[in-house]
């Protein structure tokens, strides 16, 4: 039984640069951007669109010509028979792969849509062959579903909607009938026979994270799961019906030395260690936050990760850091298979290399008879090969190296190593007994992880139904299924059935009361009898406007999509459109996606008084359904002000504007504000604000029309838009004003940005109001009073250094000292560091 863990090595290292730029040597101007790889051929995509089919050797086989764009994504059937990649013009294409000389390449292709803007963000092929599936970077996931045409040679292609998500797609993989889709805010398992899917976790995040199925050979010792990369170097263990069992915690233990990839070294060179022994304990190495975009299985055990800096391996089993190595620059793919890893970068280079532990790494250098190169990894690993030696018989091999030490004279490196050989005698000297025992299991691993072994690849169920299923309810709250049972077929309100048209069916079982409700007042009162099948005959020849809305659960934290069709025959258009903001409005609720893109078009088709008036009876129809009436008012100014281009503003009458303002002041209202005890104006303030462009466009449309009272009546109520003020006040060189709203502002961003301006005496007045605001004294920017205030150091960013800093940049040394020397009695002894007088010595 092994004590110890084992310590693995980078090794075998392959550059294929100059193989795979063989067939680019005559074009400077064609540059690799992808890749992929199978058993047989490495395939690379180039900037003309076409693709450059290699052997595994990186001998160039076969050229094959596209003249669709750049290609941006690639992947190789499971088979080999087919490559399917996408390019930059919104195109995917599918190569049936023939090496025959006569046979000309077949390529067809299918454009996703006409804006180029919605690029293929990653593709993925299922086992069988028959299909592979595409998400976009709108967050839609397709599937591709290849057939003969009559029988023959010639190939077709058909795209299927699957999954309609609101984030880019990051990674898609697959086990039989399970799909694991990773987008950027969060990961969906779909059963595709049981047209089933669930979100895994309830913690949204922001960023490119992987997710994938990790299958176990053993289910016993290792059970199968899937793992789903988190923000800060943290993975999430789930199990496959989406729970999450634990989650890994790498940010700690990547604070450890990277490791070096072992090259083949020609002949024995006695400076071998020098180069290749860095001190890397001596170097103090930081914990690491990173985010990975891709998470791959690697052989049987571990789990590989990549950054643009760098790959990673992991032990999920142990949870524990294997080994990183950032010995690649600019890192944009890597694949592992076949106990092989294979990286490329952005300059179009390819490497591989395979991964041994340091014990077996150790062997196979004394097999090549590479005995001085062993040495000095043993030399790297006394403690490793010591312990490694006094439980592993076969260590015994290493002796060679000692006889080659001793025949070199390198006696100073003997004397480092005799310890493990030390292990190693005593091992021989009393293993008798098991050494045979030892042997056979170290040659296993030994050929375990020389070989990668591979697990066969799992074929899908014969059983399982040939359609295509929309799951457009991809955030539905599924019920808890009962113990044993491992499906959620209650779990579906929309299906599209073998590319059907949509069957709507309400699942009032698993609706919240408000969905319920509202559900009942979207369907008229005399239908609500009606089947299903009736109302959808009733409804489908109806334009419809589709919204999907998500409403959160506090029991199952998931949520549901529901599809609502309406007809001008019962409601009117405007009442339609109504309906179908108030549900945006809820999904905007529970989700961080800005929804704007979605109701741009229907707001575009008002004017801005008629838009006012729908918005106001949207609030209605929310108080209605329950929602508090001034949260109700706040939603529908969000999603105006989300849709409004402030400078609009300049040409609305009088009512728009007024109710803008309204809106602005009611989203920015806050209660801890510190105000003047003479007129009440605002003195210290929160200065963050919502829509501030917008408020910025309000201040000096008012200002400039010399409507000071409505600036004022603005500014009463969203203090954060002083910094506006001070600019309007600089402009007109009214210094008085400026100053203080400046320092009572209390960014000193702002202080630095219009000092730019200040003259001399601005900045002695600037220097005095400093000192009474340090005293607890404010300056009123309305009436020009001071006012006491307690603890205004809880409000207050600037300190002395912070304060005299900026100073320094825009005033002289020698007046900069004589204000500090007029006004010293106000400055406490150990406010100013060392730092600024040196500052000022070095200025003159």
Request: hydrophobic share 35%; net charge negative.
């Amino acid at each position: 039984m092994k004590t110890m863990l084992d310590l693995y090595c980078l090794t075998n290292f392959i550059d294929y640069s100059l193989a795979v730029h063989q067939p680019l040597k005559h074009s400077n101007r064609i540059k690799y951007t992808c890749f992929d790889i199978s058993d047989n051929y490495i395939v690379l995509g180039a900037t003309s669109g076409s693709l450059y089919l290699f052997n595994r050797q990186g001998k160039f086989l076969l050229l094959i010509p596209s003249k669709h764009g750049v290609v941006n994504h690639l992947s190789i059937s499971a088979n080999e028979k087919y490559i399917a990649f996408s390019t930059t013009r919104s195109v995917v294409c599918v190569y049936t792969v023939n090496l025959s000389a006569q046979a000309t390449p077949q390529v067809i292709f299918t454009n996703l849509c006409s804006d180029h803007s919605v690029q293929v963000t990653c593709l993925h092929w299922t086992q069988d062959e028959k299909q592979f599936y595409y998400g976009d970077c709108k967050g839609q996931v397709n599937l591709v579903l290849l057939s003969t045409f009559m029988g023959t040679s010639l190939l077709n292609m058909s795209i299927h909607p699957i999954l309609f998500l609101e984030a880019p797609i990051v990674q898609i993989d697959d086990f039989e009938s399970l799909l694991l889709v990773s987008n950027s805010s969060k990961c969906i398992l779909c059963n595709t026979e049981y047209e089933e899917y669930k979100q895994i976790g309830n913690k949204p995040r922001d960023g490119m994270y992987g997710a994938c199925f990790f299958i176990s050979s053993n289910e016993a010792q290792q059970p199968s799961r899937i793992y789903c990369a988190r923000p800060s170097s943290r993975i999430w263990e789930v199990d496959f019906e989406g729970e999450v069992l634990r989650t890994h915690q790498f940010k700690l233990a990547l604070a450890c030395p990277p490791t070096k990839i072992h090259k083949s070294q020609d002949g024995d060179n006695d400076n071998l260690g020098s180069d290749n022994d860095p001190n890397d304990e001596m170097l103090d190495y930081q914990p690491q936050a990173l985010n990975f975009a891709k998470l791959l299985k690697f052989t049987q055990d571990f789990l590989l990760a990549h950054t643009e800096l760098g790959i990673y391996i992991f032990d999920v089993r142990n949870s524990s850091v294997v080994l990183w190595c950032n010995q690649f620059e600019r890192i944009v793919d890597c694949r592992a298979a076949y106990g092989e890893i294979w990286v490329f970068t952005q300059t179009g280079t390819l490497y591989s290399m395979q991964m041994h532990s340091l014990q077996n790494h150790a062997c196979c250098l004394v097999r090549q008879e590479k005995l001085l190169e062993c040495a000095w990894i043993m030399r790297r690993n006394v403690r490793y090969f010591a312990d490694k030696a006094r439980e592993d018989f076969e260590l015994g091999l290493l002796n060679e190296v000692k006889n080659f030490l001793m025949e070199r004279h390198q006696y100073e490196l003997l004397n480092d190593l005799s310890v493990i050989f030390d292990a190693i005698a005593q091992c021989e000297g009393n293993g008798d007994n098991n050494s045979s025992g030892g042997s056979s299991g170290t040659a296993e691993r030994s050929s375990s992880l020389a070989t990668g072994y591979q697990l066969p690849r799992p074929q899908s169920k014969e059983n399982s139904p040939q359609g295509v299923y929309v799951l457009e309810n991809s955030f539905c709250d599924n019920l808890k299924p009962p113990k044993g049972e491992k499906h959620f077929k209650d779990a579906l309100l929309t299906v599209t059935g073998k590319f059907g048209k949509n069957i709507i069916k309400y699942k009032f079982n698993i609706f919240q009361e408000e969905q319920q409700k509202l559900v009942q007042d979207l369907i008229p009162a005399h239908e609500r009898s009606l089947p299903f099948k009736d109302i959808k005959a009733l409804y489908e020849n109806d334009d419809e406007i589709v919204c999907r809305s998500r409403k959160s659960s506090s029991v199952h934290n998931t949520s549901q999509k529901l599809k609502v069709a309406t007809t001008s025959q019962h409601i009117t258009a405007e009442e339609k459109t109504i309906y179908n903001l108030y549900l945006i409005c809820k999904s905007s609720k529970f989700s961080n996606t800005n929804f704007v893109e979605r109701y741009r078009t229907l707001f575009d088709e008002y004017t801005a008084p008629e838009l006012i008036r729908l918005l106001e009876k949207l609030t209605q129809v929310m108080i209605d359904h329950g929602d508090d009436p001034e949260q109700a008012q706040r939603h529908c100014y969000e999603m105006y002000f989300q849709y409004l281009n402030p400078e609009l503003i300049w040409e609305m009458d009088n009512a728009s504007r007024d109710y803008i303002t309204e809106g602005f002041m009611l989203l920015n209202a806050c209660d801890d504000i510190v105000r003047c005890d003479n007129c009440m104006f605002p003195l210290r303030f929160d200065n963050s604000c919502s829509f501030h462009e917008l408020g910025s466009v309000l201040l000096r449309y008012y200002w400039s029309r010399n409507e000071q009272i409505k600036c004022f009546d603005v500014l009463t109520r969203v203090p954060a838009l002083f910094d506006i003020l001070a600019r309007l006040y600089l402009a007109e060189c009214n210094m008085e004003k400026v100053l203080p709203i400046v320092l009572n502002y209390g960014q000193p961003e702002l202080l630095i940005d219009l000092g730019k301006n200040f003259s001399i005496v601005s900045w002695s007045r600037c220097f005095e109001q400093f000192v009474e605001l340090q005293q607890g004294r404010l300056t009123c920017v309305n009436c020009e009073c001071l006012t006491n205030v307690e603890n205004v150091n809880r409000h207050f960013f600037y300190t002395w250094n912070c304060f005299l800093g900026i100073l320094i940049e825009h005033m002289q040394a020698q007046d900069l000292l004589a204000l500090i020397f007029k006004w010293s009695n106000y400055i406490p002894n150990d406010a100013i560091d060392r730092e600024f007088y040196s500052r000022c010595l070095l200025k003159g």
